[in-house]
């Protein structure tokens, strides 16, 4: 008689879909394939190549320091450390109506945010999933779409009940377009795009200014809005943060993408000392990290699945630090890995794997729910791989999952605190601490990311590794876009640009 178990609830994916899990499972000796002694000599072996010592994140932390000094220094390095022409902190005091068009990695998001000075603010949004096909047709019909959602939601937010419209002759908007991908800026309303991220390939559009490219669109769709200011995601929170807790210094997503903002002295921007800036003045600096280590690959230890992702890729060479931590490919990672172990007769024999077979069909999201599974039979993984999958798993390749997971998981979260030591160490905030701003899926949902973010740094620093916290931030793309949107006003107002 095979021992049988019954377990049942259901989850909902970041896609949207919901998964019913009501799953019958067999003892393992139906499933001969997967003994808990071979998963557990596999998982040594993963193990080895996941694991960073402190030491080795000590090495990395160095080496970054150097990639963000000579992204100061120089233009055009490999971590831009782009300008963002966003001058010093928030006084906390900015007030009035601004709207925010954030053109994500997942989505498009149109809000209203109201600043009420004191930190405080109120928001109204609208959320849009963006198709594949729109990520990768040409870039003027993304915009037109972004234009499209942004008139829709003025029409509805600035009409009465009879249609008429609430602004005044000629009132124009304020409008901060957060566009989270590297662009060189020379102004705050202007962004030559560098390169695409995330998966992102629209057409025409890479060494284009998208600020213009959306003015366009703008101007098509007569929207009574006036683009103020171009945003980068990580700028937006840093300033967010800021504006509710002063103790911020440091603002980093992790989600799709995967970036780091913080303030920086202009004196140490070599790069634009033409430009002739009060060198009293501080700027934000949006780093681009995610380019860290790209070309070369000589500071981060890559396995061979980082290679295949990497190699496979949209965008070979490119963003390999980003590669290795954010939401985008973490999934894929460990669907590398069962594939391989599938094609050496490891797992799941004789069962049809197809649906495995398929890049990027194993979401981050998984791994997160692999991880938080509270069941002893790991009745989460179990659902995922018959309802996703149609495989049968035993419960030693379950653990197996899990703990794979766990490895992927962690060595991005300890990278990630490599990246946050690097600006932590390069501005001497490690006696006084600092709060880093935090945000995007990975850090919001994945289990423990944080934990391990922060462990990572006590390894990295010893004690005083924990002056440095993370803490959840405010919604940079929407609320840090208005808070800039206000700043900017206030400077123009007192004749204070383009930027001198
Ligand atoms: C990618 C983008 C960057 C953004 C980050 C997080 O790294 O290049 O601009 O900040 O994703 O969204």
Not at 102 to 126: A, H, I, P, S, W
Not at 162 to 178: A, I, M, Q, V, W
Not at 263 to 288: H, R
Request: glycine share 8%.
């Amino acid at each position: 008689m095979v021992a049988s178990r019954r377990g049942s609830g259901s989850i909902t994916l970041p896609t949207g879909q919901t998964m019913t899990i009501h799953t019958r499972t067999h003892e393992e000796e139906d499933l001969p394939h997967a003994t808990k002694k071979t998963m557990a000599d596999h998982l040594r072996k993963y193990e080895s190549l996941f694991t960073l010592t402190p030491q080795r994140m000590r090495m990395i932390v160095e080496a970054f320091k150097d990639s963000l000094e000579l992204g100061l220094q120089k233009p055009k390095q490999v971590v831009p450390m782009i300008p963002t022409f966003v001058f010093g902190w928030p006084t906390g005091k900015e007030s009035g109506d601004f709207l925010a068009l954030d053109l994500g990695g997942t989505n498009l998001r149109v809000c209203l945010v109201t600043l009420q000075g004191e930190g405080k603010f109120e928001m109204t949004q609208t959320k849009y999933r963006l198709t594949e096909e729109q990520k990768q047709d040409e870039g003027q019909k993304l915009f037109d779409f972004c234009a499209e959602c942004l008139k829709t939601f003025v029409d509805t937010n600035f009409t009465d009940e009879d249609g008429t419209s609430l602004l005044k002759p000629g009132e124009l908007l304020p409008l901060g377009f957060t566009f989270s991908y590297p662009c060189y800026q020379s102004r705050i309303d202007h962004g030559e795009l560098i390169r695409w991220t995330k998966g992102f390939g629209a057409k025409n559009t890479e060494g284009r200014d998208v600020a213009e490219m959306f003015r366009q669109s703008i101007e098509k769709y007569k929207i009574p809005v006036v683009m103020t200011a171009i945003i980068n995601d990580t700028t937006g929170t840093l300033i967010a943060s800021h504006y509710v807790n002063p103790k911020t210094k440091i603002a980093v997503i992790f989600g799709t993408g995967c970036n780091a903002a913080y303030m920086e002295d202009v004196k140490n921007i070599d790069k634009i000392k033409v430009l002739k800036i009060n060198e009293q003045d501080q700027m934000a600096i949006n780093c681009e990290w995610g380019a860290f280590d790209s070309f070369e690959h000589e500071h981060l230890p890559r396995t061979k699945y980082d290679i295949i992702v990497d190699e496979t890729s949209n965008k070979p060479g490119e963003q390999a630090f980003e590669k290795l931590i954010s939401g985008r490919y973490l999934g894929e990672i460990l669907r590398l890995v069962i594939c391989e172990l599938i094609d050496e007769g490891v797992l799941f024999l004789g069962q049809e794997t197809y649906k495995l077979e398929t890049p990027y069909v194993f979401e981050t999201a998984f791994l997160s729910l692999m991880e938080s599974d509270p069941t002893d039979e790991l009745l989460m993984i179990i659902g995922i791989f018959t309802h996703f999958f149609a495989v049968e798993t035993t419960l030693a390749e379950r653990q197996f999952f899990r703990a794979l997971a766990m490895l992927i998981g962690r060595r991005a979260a300890r990278l990630s605190a490599c990246g946050i030591a690097a600006i932590v160490g390069k501005m001497d905030y490690l006696d006084e601490g600092c709060l880093v701003g935090a945000d995007g899926s990975l850090y919001n949902k994945y289990p423990g990311f944080a934990d391990r973010v922060h462990e990572g740094l006590i390894d990295i620093f010893g004690e005083k590794g924990r002056n440095i916290k993370t803490v959840h931030a405010e919604d940079g793309s929407g609320v840090g876009s208005a808070i800039i949107a206000a700043m900017t006003k206030v400077r123009r107002d007192a004749g204070l640009y383009p930027h001198v």
